[in-house]
């Protein structure tokens, strides 16, 4: 597996060596030579888990390459940071002005700036920091820190949230918005150390993501919470403002600092965008939820989808979300003859064939597709009667 790159290169977070952007998907070519297992992208850089194509003993099989804005390099280079040169990398996740890498041994290291305490140190600091493995996370307040082993790490803009050994979350860094689920902050607006979120003491999580200011933990169970900042729907816990359990200094914000259940069973996967969240369930359907101005949390034609909706549609099972700013995508394992028989007639459906695939698609057993269609004729006759009504007004002004 190889790099792909596009977009913006203003701090070389492409890894070309050049801060010119580019619209069209380009190789990464210094990763070429690696197996690439996982991409990780920030505000302005990115980070890459890849094992060499021809490995040999002195050599870790799963190394961390970084690049771009404060990462020392336009081009992607080896990064060990605070970890040994055999250290197997087992995960990677930038904010927007920090990373944290997780080794296979549950260490966490964590570089970056730190004006917000998302190091996670125990204080806050200006500058570039450089890397540091954590070691101090603090179970219970009135007792000391210690070593916890983690298992999956996600950062957020400007805070962070780790998942222990034993199903336990840990968040630290800015909590203004109460996207750290704690009852109350020990230093003033953040956590400089990572705290274990206590509301959710006896259930066992087995995935965390964080988006810019909200977090969510899916369950061994399938059950979802989230909390933290939900201006813009990205909760999933509606706009009523009275709802939320804590009241924020400005009156049209909205936001939980205690992790609220939002669907209680049946959730496989998760991911946060900046301002939305998506999810699959195990079923196969896909629903969002969020700030969806360009249509990247829900079917329905809305700025703010306040909570879960479906979005369509989907071919093959589910294997991986991600979720960016205004933009979503979905990995799937589709590679039977009839699912790439559905790609095909689901890239060339219009308002003119729509029924006739849609028949197809019912008597074939392909639910997504038939949706696919259905939703386009709906979407039709809804600008058929915006236009309608464009037209009587005009008619009714003379």
Known sequence: MFTIKLGANDFGQLGDGTEESTKHPKKVK??????????????????????????????????????????????????????STNTII?????????????SEDGLLQAWGYNEYGQLGRGITCEGLQGARILNSFAKFL??????????????????????????????????????????????????????????????VVKDVACGGVHSCALT???ALYAWGGGQAGQLGLGPQQGFFSCVS???????????????????????????????????????????????????????YAWYPSPVDWCIGEVRRLAAGGGHSA??????????????????????????????????AGSDALARLCERLREQYTHGQDDRNGEEKDVDDSF
């Open 30 to 83: 210094l990763l070429q030579s690696e197996f690439v297992k996982s991409v990780s992208c920030g505000a302005h850089c990115t980070a890459a888990i890849a094992e060499p194509q021809q490995k040999d003993d002195s050599t870790s099989s799963s190394r961390l390459w970084v690049w771009g804005q404060n990462q020392g390099s336009n081009y992607p280079r080896l990064f060990w940071g605070a970890f």
């Open 90 to 102: 087992r995960q990677v996740s930038c904010g927007a002005v920090h990373v944290v890498a997780l």
């Open 330 to 363: 979905v990995l799937t394992d589709a590679c039977s003859l009839k699912e790439l028989c559905e790609f095909m007639l689901a890239e060339n459906v219009n308002l003119s064939n729509s029924l006739l695939i849609e028949d197809v698609a019912s008597r």
């Open 220 to 222: 061994t169970k399938g």
């Open 249 to 303: 200094n400005a009156s049209d914000a909205l936001l939980r600092n205690i992790p609220a259940l939002v669907i209680p069973s049946g959730v496989e996967l998760v991911t946060c965008g900046h301002s939305h969240t998506l999810i699959s369930m195990k079923d196969g359907r896909i629903y969002g939820w969020g700030y969806n101005s360009y249509g990247q949390a829900a079917n329905d034609k809305c700025t």
């Open 142 to 203: 009135d007792e000391a820190p210690e070593l916890v082993k983690i298992t999956q790490v996600s950062c957020g803009e400007y805070h962070t949230a780790a998942l222990s050994e034993n199903g336990e979350v840990y968040t630290w860094g800015l909590g203004s918005m109460g996207q750290l689920g704690h009852c109350s902050l020990q230093s003033c607006d953040k956590e400089l150390i990572p705290r274990r979120v206590v509301s959710l003491e006896g259930i």
